[in-house]
């Protein structure tokens, strides 16, 4: 073999085991030479590629923009031009049915130097950039979903650099301003307060990286002079080193609520007023909270399929990087890629804490202990009425939300106030029960006492409706008793009233006690190992896609895996071989049955079954047995939090 022969050797070896497809065209377009690549991409042998011309009615390609000119094709323009015609994006139809999008470069081939020579053919590389395509479609109708969110938002919502500069301010933040959102952009954050402000930041270059947490009161100025009072948020962002990136800001306008203090102030009004005007704050706020409330219910409603989305995206990326080489060039894209989608899920997750829509938090506390540290508030807020307070001296641990146990308390204990019109007493009591209650279980009491009104057998009859109120409409919405129902009943406890016209009410609370922290056991840091191959999970989800990456990663990480794709599917497959399955992987939100009553339905038959749900956001359908039994395990995830979970469930105690 000669020197000649064997780089042309070379040069087909070269050629075979690129990933890209390679073709060489004649001067006529006429395929002359392809490598392997190209017929696996083209979904066509090189016997049959060999001699097609990019202007045969064979090719049905459409070029990006829509056009379908033969004209067009990078070889044919190649060898026209005698130039090199970079990255053309256009789809073809390949001949399983499917439209694939191809990246393609044509570079033409001359005798000699380009300068004045004629060109021989031309040589075309191209690529399959179909999946990169769909998921940067994907990433973008997120972030236009996101950012719909964000203008729909009765605050102001705001992001500046680590400079200062505004990047982005919702039509609602510009409007306050009296600016329009366009007109922000790029402008120093600072200049949009006033002039002492301003100065102190000037002074102090520290003070400009904002984003602590923090709640503070902040003077703007509009173009025409006006003062804008505002309560400010704000929350840092940082990069991947933590270093200070930059801040998201949420306004709230409470500039009237500034000019109605200082006319209370200025006119030294009485108590009475006083009250009244703290009546109206409060009925203020809580209609703020309901906005907020509305805007946290619809992150939620959107949250599940962007997050099933988002998980899809995160999950296949990790699948890719595997299998790349560091330094290959793709792995860099795919590492956007991944960056990108995992942005979009903080954002997510802010929206969510925003609205107040966080997955259930439920712990093991000292019921006495979060009474006693409450104390202090309630005392401040019950003006004319006196507070008495009597706690066991023993522990009171229960298993519950905390927070709402606290807000359970407050509720009870304003209605309390509310209930007593001259001077009066509230009376809140802990005590321990150690005779078992129905269920087999020793209870704690939390009641409150008061001096007041009392209530009739009609009224106790509904007291517990929602909307039911004997308040007038500026006092109560009627609200109150109803959630406190459901909080506790969701607790695994029970709600009770006594109460006698003339005399006062007892609103008491009945909870299990807690025997032991135990449900609380941290996951444990190790993932699966080998104890996948001997262990059979049912993973049931109505999204294919979320499905199937769930299934991968178990399956590449030695589990057995049966796949249900909703409730009645799983339930149906149990019957049928209830032996194989030791947990089953459910996602909360799914037609026909959810996972919460799928979770019910299993531990009737099968005790001893462990239970997973998956979701992306707060749900409250799920009981309070079913809670102690089932985990939880958040969306988006990636693989070692779903083998974490996995693991976690595999190895905790079974609840009684």
Known sequence: ?????????SHQILLDALDEGFVFQDLEGRVVLSNPAASRLLGLSAEVLTGRSPKRPEWDVTFEDGGRDRERFPSIVALRTGKRISDVVMRIEHPDGRDIWLSVTAQPVFDGDANGSQATGVVVSFSDITERRTTEHELRDAERRVRQLLELAQVGIWTIDADGMTTYANDWMAELLGRSAAEMVGIDFFQFMDAEVRAIAERNPAGRQLGHGENSDFKFVRPDGTPVW???????ILDESAAYFGALVIVTDVTERRHVQADLRDAELDRQRRAAVERHTLEAELLRSQRLESLGRLAAGIAHDFNNVLGVILNYADFVTKRLDPSDPIATDVSEIRRAAERATELTRQLLLFGHSEVLQASVFDLSNAVDEAMPMFRRTLGHVDLVVELPSEPTPVFADRGQIEQVLMNLVLNARDAISARGTVTVRVRRHDQPNAHGNETVELSVTDEGEGMTPEVVDRAFEPFFTTKT???GSGLGLASAHGIVVRAGGEIGIETEPGVGTCVSITLPLAETDAEQLPVSNGT????????MVLVVDDEPEVRAVTVRILRENGYRVVEAQSGLDALARLTADAAAAVLILTDVVMPEMSGPDLAHEVHASY???????????????????????????TKPFNEDQLLRAVHGALHAPTAA
Do not use: C, F, Q
């Open 1 to 9: 073999m000669n020197t000649r022969e064997s780089s042309d050797s």
């Open 473 to 475: 409409r500026d006092r």
């Open 607 to 633: 005790p001893e079954m462990k239970v997973v749900l998956m979701s992306g956001y707060a749900y409250d359908e799920l009981g309070a047995d079913d809670s102690r039994r089932a985990k939880l395990l």
């Open 528 to 535: 699966a190992g080998t104890e996948g191959s001997s262990n």
């Open 230 to 236: 505002t309560i400010m948020s704000t929350s840092p």
